[in-house]
């Protein structure tokens, strides 16, 4: 299996889709966005939420490459978004906790 950042690293998306979200990565806000998209109360630490992002994003990513009429491209977008902002969040985490 790999690892969080070699999946992450290893996402190659539509140039479009991947602009939108290194845009929208700043105004991440995860009490906000992360609670809308798991649709949880109590919010996982960084790695467990990227996992389960990482698996949102992979069955979102299958219903664009399908054509499904389900496709939200702003969906796709905002799962990408959670994706870098907690990929940002555990690399400041694991930057603290060396330092």
Known sequence: MLDLHTRIAALKRPALLARAARF?????????????????????RSGPALMQLLDVEAEIDAQ????AASY???RHVEVLIAILGEAHLLRATALHSVT
């Open 24 to 44: 929208g990565v700043d105004d991440y806000r995860r009490d906000v966005h992360l609670r809308r998209i798991l649709g949880r109360d109590s919010l996982p």
């Open 64 to 67: 664009r490459k399908d054509h």
């Open 72 to 74: 939200r491209p702003a």
